[in-house]
């Protein structure tokens, strides 16, 4: 199986193509022009398309389903190489305004939930995507081009911004090297040119690995699902706190850099009878002391067989409210795409 040309960073491809200036011309027909085949990258000898041809392939994914969700988010499920398939969901986070003369005036924005893995190891009793297993990682171009082929299908302007969230299928962590040279290659100001603010990891709590993303100090948002606020209570429902319980995920986050501008986002998935009382909200607020924190609550979105509950408007807006009065920023997610089977994984469950 040849590599995937969107695997590599404009660095490595220095490297191996020569004259090193073509890269350029490649990266931008490939994250401007969108084309996907070397035949029409004009500008280039016909030997080194050629040669091209002959040792990459181009774009990894087969778009096999999409899902229009009347909140205006579309989510996708792509075939890879081996047969398997992941989701992506395009999040329309606030649509395009338009002044009386037809003119825009404000422009629609988007957010990419993206996957990372093909299922997941960490195994959290709640989600979907830990029920098949963890199969394999992604490359690094399997996870570009779920970005490229959304900007595509939507006819999204290459120099259009938008954001990133690794909250799709997998654990983006335990596919440490793909997901740093995937943030690279987004932020390269010839590709995509989508910065590291824009992009957030969100991550079971792997605390070892979140040390080791922050050394790397690439300016991204982290994520950390805590979704528990005792050990005990994690343990059951993420089995990967044995390992890494709350406290081990506290300290490393304080150490993590963080853009000024910018809070570590702990979200909270919350079910019905397990985790939505305000005892609980008690003990997160004290979790979170000393943290330039916010909070975002999840419903439970449920699926057949499960034994988790989506917990009621009300005791999610006492949640909230007791949070937010006492300073914490707090946000409960919309569920965007609740009526597309929004949590990942349940795409891909019903159409197996
Ligand atoms: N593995 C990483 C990355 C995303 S997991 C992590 O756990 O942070 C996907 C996200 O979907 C997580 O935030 C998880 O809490 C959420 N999720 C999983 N199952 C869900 C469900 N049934 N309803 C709502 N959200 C769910
Ligand atoms: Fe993996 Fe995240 Fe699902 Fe847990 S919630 S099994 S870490 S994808």
Redesign the pocket.
């Known amino acids: 199986m040849k590599p995937s040309i969107e695997d590599f960073t404009q660095d490595e491809l220095k490297d191996i193509i020569k004259p090193s200036f073509r890269v350029k011309q490649i990266y931008n027909w490939i994250y401007h022009k969108y084309v996907d085949s070397f035949d029409d990258m004009k500008n280039l000898p016909k030997a080194m398309k050629e040669d091209l041809k002959s040792r990459y392939s181009i774009n990894p994914l087969e778009q096999i389903l999409v899902q229009d969700s009347s909140d205006g988010s579309r989510k996708y499920l792509f075939r890879l190489h081996d047969g398997h398939t992941v989701e992506a969901v395009l999040l329309l986070m606030k649509k395009e305004r338009f002044h009386e003369d037809g003119g825009v005036k404000h422009q629609a924005k988007y957010t990419v939930c993206i996957s990372s893995?093909v299922?997941?190891?960490?195994?959290?009793a709640?989600?979907?995507?830990?029920k098949g297993g963890f199969i394999r990682n992604l490359s690094a171009g399997e996870i570009v081009s779920q970005i490229l082929m959304i900007k595509k299908d939507n006819s999204i302007d290459a120099n259009r911004k938008l954001n990133i969230v690794y909250?799709?299928?997998?654990?983006p962590l335990?596919n440490f090297d793909n997901m740093v040279k995937s943030i690279k290659i987004f932020s390269d100001s010839d590709g995509m040119d989508i910065s590291p603010h824009r992009q957030t990891i969100?991550?079971?709590g792997l605390s070892s690995k979140i040390a080791r993303l922050g050394k790397l100090d690439l300016g991204i948002n982290l994520a950390i699902?805590l979704h528990a606020v005792d050990d005990e209570l994690r343990e059951r429902l993420?089995p990967?706190n044995k390992a890494y319980n709350i406290q081990s995920i506290i300290d490393v986050v304080k150490e993590f850099p963080i853009n000024s501008r910018k809070r570590v986002m702990f979200e909270y998935?919350v079910m019905k009878d397990l985790n939505d009382d305000l005892a609980s909200a008690k003990k997160l607020l004290k979790i979170l002391d000393g943290i330039k924190a916010k909070v975002n609550l999840i419903y439970f979105n449920p699926y057949e067989n499960t034994e988790f509950k989506r917990p009621s408007k009300t005791d999610m807006d006492k949640f909230q409210e007791y949070l937010t009065s006492r300073g914490l920023h707090c946000t409960i997610r919309e569920s965007k795409g609740l009526d597309i089977s929004a949590a990942?994984?349940q795409l891909r469950e019903q159409n197996k």
Not at 126 to 130: D, E, G, I, P, R
Not at 167 to 171: D, H, I, K, S, Y
């Open positions: 893995q299922g997941c190891k960490v195994g959290c709640f989600c979907l995507t830990a909250m799709g299928m997998g654990e335990d969100s991550t079971s699902s993420m990967i998935l990942c994984g």
